[in-house]
């Protein structure tokens, strides 16, 4: 893997915190392996002195014990300051606490350096940090930052591969100024094999300096690995092999609503259930809520009987159903592979990723709930202060009868098409290309 740090959105994020007067302590939440501690190392290159522990290191024993010992924030900086030959100076030192769900102590210290120490910079991160925070249901309210990163959105890859003057155009783009034909030829292009590749860093490292999918099929293998690994760790009463099978579930059944009936064999409902929110907790599977979408805000009409599932990367998805590298590369439309499940779960994905990374981001989508009805709209947005429609189409073409019922009953001004195509208009329908879904909401 590169040694070149590829630079993220949540730097800007990260460097106008450590700017601020008044700066509370920070907690980078995210998935495992997402690039939580690769942003703060490169934020960590702004100050004289870099004091980095991870609780999951055996040699951290000892700085764990201070935070058990103490609820001093000075008293357990000077001692770590000793313990690591590293001085800890208010507004020259980043103390960074990593993995910190492995000491639930260092966790509710956050609150105290907010309270005693705020002008020493903090921050901390972890990758099942949310198991640990349900054990500390009043943490930190108010003297507290979270940040939130998931994996690299679709500009990101463009940055990383050298295309900074195309993602520059991109963010400019829209459907009253187009892309010439030759331009939306390339971002095509590059779209088709960042959905390949995903948006894991290691993974995008190792295609930014190989240029090889073959490498990044392995670099995916490997993670996959990883990711069961963890599925012990989540917690004990829930048998790994179940959360294997609600993951693989979810996989195959993306696109869709969630079927319980269809998620396990051996398991009821209570139990897919308890699999589903574990899965959530860590990061890897986000929810897509059915909304009545009669007005704002959205969660106010939702109803959480019935939801879809993404997973966390679209190279997850594409190495776990073994797809075939050499047809998407080469397909006019992805259609022809896995009837679109590809392209809405990528059109999910940046929509959350292109939220603010100040809170934890929400999808619905929308259902007519006449019995009988089978009109769906994949996503449901707010832009501004409209509900705005959202349909993602794998091809070029295909009926937008949903979109129009939609718009039609709640008397909404317009609606949102991602396919294949350019950027356009037609009727009261916008057209953004797929490798536009993060300009929407902008």
Known sequence: MS?????RNIDRDLSAWKQAVKHKPLLLRGARQVGKSSSVRELGKQFDY????NFEEKESKDA???FERSSSPKRICDELSLMYNTPVIPGRTLLFLDEIQSCIPAISSLRFFYENYSELHVIAAGSL???ALEKLPSFGVGRIRSLFLYPFSFDEYLRAMGFEMLADALQKASPETPFSEAL??????????FMLIGGMPEVVATYAGSGSMLECQLVLDDLMFSLYDDFSKYRERVPESRLREIFSSVIRQTGGKFTYSKASQDSNHMQIKESMELLERAGVVYPVTHTSANGLPLAAEMNT????YLIFDTGILQRFLRLDLGQLITAESLEQ???????????????????PSTSSAQLYYWQREKRGSTAEVDYVVQCNADIVPVEVKSGTKGSMQSMFQFLSEKNYPYGIRCSMENFGTYQNIKIYPLYAVSQIEK
Not at 50 to 53: H, R, Y
């Open 3 to 7: 040694s070149k740090y590829l630079k």
């Open 50 to 53: 870099f004091l980095e522990i």
């Open 64 to 66: 764990a014990t201070l």
């Open 129 to 131: 940090l949310e198991f």
């Open 184 to 193: 939306h030829n390339k971002c095509l292009q590059q779209l088709i094999r």
């Open 305 to 308: 009987k019935h939801r879809k």
């Open 337 to 355: 592979v896995n009837k679109g499940a590809l392209a809405e779960l990528f059109a999910g994905l940046e929509l959350l990723k292109s939220a």
